[in-house]
């Protein structure tokens, strides 16, 4: 079964800092990939994705991700945080393959909660 | 346009009732997901719905979960003789171009 690893269960920056958030899956073929953020009190959105092309993918709100294939990795960055950046982040991955054994649906990490203090 | 929405927000249930989830995901989406979030699990697929019918069941965690989903629109979740560990929030999402939009959520706590 496809699982999703996200190192950093909680992270704390100040404004401005650059944010780099690890995300690294353990299926070898080929996938989707999906970063959510929840905001306080919010249901989850989408931040951004990859299906295929540009490794280097770039969401809302200045947020970016590369997808790098040897190393089974999805990571997101942002150049300089503020405080509304505050928020629980998820990593997702969907087997392209679908069809069955919970490969239909998403597999998440369990999330880092970004705190950025002001 | 109108984003998934779920009903309802909140439930508090007594431990062995049963419970009904709704979901109505957004007009032309097709495909429908159910999740669970939870604290010790975090987020977990229940079952998936491609129109009306569910290829794909096996993240229902006991036979106590059932779902439905009806003219390829509104979908429910029914959790019957409900236990504490059911105690979660309960997700739906459904999908454009392979792209899952989740609604609010029902966050259900079992006494």
């Known amino acids: 079964a496809q699982s999703v690893s996200q190192h950093n269960h909680h992270v704390i920056l100040s404004e401005a800092a650059s944010l780099e958030l690890g995300c690294n899956y353990s299926?070898?073929?080929?996938?989707?990939l999906f970063w959510y953020v929840q905001y306080p009190g919010q249901h989850l959105q989408l931040l951004l994705k990859?299906?295929?092309?540009?490794?280097l993918v770039k969401g809302i709100k200045g947020f970016e991700a590369e997808f790098i294939k040897s190393k089974f990795s999805f990571n997101l960055r942002k150049p300089s945080v503020q405080w509304s950046d505050t928020a629980e982040y998820f990593c997702?991955?969907?087997?392209?393959?679908?069809?069955?054994?919970?490969?239909?649906?998403?597999?998440f990490g369990k999330g880092t909660h970004l705190i950025i203090q002001p | 346009g109108a984003g998934v929405s779920q009903s309802p927000s909140n439930k508090v249930t007594e431990k062995g009732k049963d419970v009904e989830l709704r979901c109505d995901p957004i007009?032309?989406?097709?495909?429908l997901y159910w999740y669970r979030q939870s604290l010790g699990q975090g987020l977990e697929f229940l079952i998936y719905?491609?129109?009306?019918?569910?290829?794909?069941k096996s993240g229902l965690p006991s036979d106590r979960f059932s779902a439905e989903r009806t003219g390829g629109s509104v979908s429910t979740l029914t959790i019957q003789r409900t236990q504490q560990e059911d105690s979660a929030v309960y997700l739906c999402?459904?999908?454009?171009?392979?792209?899952?939009?989740f609604g609010p959520g029902t966050r259900l706590l079992v006494l």
């Open positions: 999402a459904s999908s454009f171009q392979e792209t899952q939009y």
């Open positions: 299926y070898g073929g080929t996938v989707n």
């Open positions: 990859y299906f295929s092309g540009d490794p």
């Open positions: 997702a991955v969907k087997d392209r393959r679908g069809s069955g054994g919970g490969a239909d649906g998403l597999t």
């Open positions: 007009s032309g989406h097709t495909a």
């Open positions: 719905f491609q129109g009306n019918s569910a290829p794909d």
